[in-house]
């Protein structure tokens, strides 16, 4: 195997302070050989003057474009990129200072051509941000489908933390032009073409993710729209799985309905609440956390639920493309 060259490859978008934090963790890594190239994909308001303060800091290069979605500035990053190993992170992460030290030794010792890892929440976030965590990593939630554990048939990286090979850029073609679900669509695209993915466990960053459940919740419901578009372009990539925050959005609706001639029916959300609260509190030590990972995550079923319902009933039913479909939602 070739000497590992590592290029960080980070699409960024309207925010200089994200950008500020996650170079300012990168700056603390025990592993220093890698560049970093930074995409500005037409913000308004630009990080250059953020970049100055890294430059004798960091091996950290600039560029600018007009904007075309995360997925095209990534591959506009990585056609720029020295590197033969591309590593992705979402501009709203901060980097644990052994990650790539860790990311280093696992392909040393066990290469493979694309790997991903989870995510955490960083003791500094705010209780809504770590609640949002919760709800995205929890067993309760929909956390066993997502890029952090290695569940159904093959794994499947997500983009604020995963890493492929030049030749499977080149090959692949690199991301799609989806204007979301473009990195689940680019594993999917990995696996295609015979490359092998693999579960870092220890290679996780912490992700802030939305700052505000609205935020959240429009975050989460384009997520839900993604994946019949993802069904349209890959028809095996559904899973029976992928339908059960839309059957809790079904069944939430009809329990409140029954709970209404009967109010035993709404135990059984109350139980589910209880669960939610008790295992938040297990793991953030925190009550208002706890509270709060209640809302994160009925924000999150729901928004996942209803984008996913939106999508079935225009992709599927009405037979619409992507494009005219979801003009409003990704394309204006």
């Known amino acids: 195997m070739q000497n590992l060259k590592f290029s960080a490859i980070i699409p960024v978008y ?44 960091l091996n950290i290069f600039y560029h600018f474009k007009q904007n075309s979605g995360p997925g095209q500035t990534r ?22 200072e052994k990650y790539f030290e860790i990311v280093n030794n696992e392909l040393s010792t066990n290469y493979v051509d694309a790997y991903g890892g989870p995510d955490a929440a960083h003791p500094s976030f705010t209780d809504i941000q770590k609640a949002i965590s919760y709800s995205m990593t929890s067993f309760f939630t929909t956390g066993g489908i997502r890029g952090g554990k290695e569940t159904m048939d093959k794994f499947h990286p997500r983009s604020f933390n995963m890493g492929f090979s030049k030749e499977v850029f080149e090959k692949t073609g690199g991301f799609s032009q989806m204007r979301f679900g473009e990195d689940v669509d680019m594993s999917l695209r990995i696996l295609e073409n015979g490359f092998k993915t693999q579960l870092f466990k220890e290679a ?27 069904y349209k372009r ?40 209880l669960l939610i609260f008790f295992d938040s509190l297990r793991k953030n030590k925190n009550l208002k956390v706890a509270f709060l990972s209640i809302i994160a995550s009925f924000t999150q079923l729901f928004a996942y639920g209803t984008g996913f319902l939106l999508s079935f009933w225009r992709r599927i039913i009405l037979r619409q493309d992507e494009f005219h479909a979801f003009r409003k939602n990704f394309y204006k």
């Open 234 to 273: 890959h028809p095996k990539s559904l899973k029976i799985v992928h339908f059960l925050p839309a059957a809790f959005v079904l069944g939430t609706i009809f329990l409140c309905v029954l709970s209404i001639f009967c109010w035993y029916f709404i135990l059984f959300l109350a139980i589910y609440c």
């Open 204 to 230: 996780f960053v912490f992700h802030k993710r939305r700052t505000d459940f609205k935020k959240f919740f429009k975050q989460i419901f384009n997520s839900g729209i993604a994946r019949i578009n993802l």
């Open 75 to 96: 591959n506009f990053g990585a056609t720029k990129a020295f590197g033969n190993y591309f590593i992705f992170f979402d501009s709203d992460c901060l980097i644990p």
């Open 14 to 57: 309207n925010r200089p302070d994200e950008v500020n934090e996650l170079l300012e963790s990168l700056t603390k890594q025990t592993f220093k050989d890698f560049e970093i190239i930074i995409v500005e994909d037409g913000s308004a308001i630009d990080c250059r003057e953020v970049i100055k303060k890294y430059v004798d800091k």
